[in-house]
């Protein structure tokens, strides 16, 4: 069974400033996805970022960016420039891929990290 | 633009009353995933669908919950007899089955059982 680790309940960023949220995980997969999740405080979860464990280069959305290392099992965010809009709670999740190279589709999710950020 | 929706977004009830959720999927997309979310546990997957089929539903307790999917528009989760430790966010996801099955998330059913 794979197991998502989110060390830090709670972090806080000044706007306009660099924050970083860190995430490992345990598996014994070769092949599988990892994901960043937004929930702001409406609850929808938005998608933010996402990274095949196959590709070296590290995945890149605007502002957002992550730092996969595989034989380290880290997975984090880097959030540049945060603004206002960015506080919200943020889970990192875990998929694993199958041998066909479609998902099996179960998400597992860390505990989550509520980021704040200040004015 | 396509979205998940989900109905009600919100629902109170009494202990041993059925809860039924609904779930409209984005059009075109073949798998369908029903997530928990409390406090204690986080997110957690009560079933999924795929091409309407259930393929999992091992997190799902199985004397109380249930999960349909009657069209390819429609996914529902029924609860009977409701009681207070189910109260959660339910979420209901979709996704194109592909390789790399990015899922889209619905805005959540907030279930409160007194």
């Known amino acids: 069974a794979q197991t998502v680790t989110q060390s830090q309940p709670e972090m806080s960023v000044q706007e306009a400033e660099t924050v970083t949220l860190s995430c490992t995980y345990d598996?014994?997969?070769?092949?599988?996805?990892l994901f960043w999740y937004k929930q702001p405080p409406s609850r929808q979860m938005i998608l933010v970022i996402r990274?095949?464990?196959?590709?070296?280069q590290n995945a890149t959305e605007n502002r957002f960016s992550v730092n996969f290392q595989k034989a380290a099992k880290s997975f984090s965010l880097k959030i540049s420039d945060s603004q206002l809009g960015d506080t919200a709670m943020y889970f990192c999740?875990?998929?694993?891929?199958?041998?066909?190279?479609?998902?099996?589709?179960?998400?597992?999710f860390g505990q989550g990290t509520i980021l704040t950020v200040h004015p | 633009d396509a979205r998940v929706t989900q109905t009600p977004r919100d629902k109170v009830t009494e202990m041993g009353q059925e809860v039924t959720m609904r779930c409209q999927p984005i059009?075109?997309?073949?798998?369908v995933f029903w997530y928990r979310q409390t406090m204690m546990q986080g997110l957690e997957l009560l079933a999924y669908?795929?091409?309407?089929?259930?393929?999992?539903d091992s997190g799902m307790p199985k004397d109380r919950f249930s999960a349909e999917m009657p069209d390819a528009t429609l996914a529902t989760l029924k609860i009977q007899p409701s009681e207070p430790r189910d109260s959660a966010v339910y979420f209901c996801?979709?996704?194109?089955?592909?390789?790399?099955?990015?899922?889209?998330f619905g805005p959540g059913t907030r279930l409160t059982v007194t």
């Open positions: 996801a979709s996704g194109t089955g592909t390789r790399s099955d990015e899922q889209y």
């Open positions: 598996t014994s997969e070769n092949n599988y996805y």
């Open positions: 990274q095949e464990a196959y590709k070296q």
């Open positions: 999740a875990f998929m694993k891929q199958n041998a066909g190279g479609t998902s099996y589709g179960k998400l597992t």
């Open positions: 059009l075109g997309h073949n798998t």
């Open positions: 669908f795929r091409n309407r089929a259930p393929l999992d």
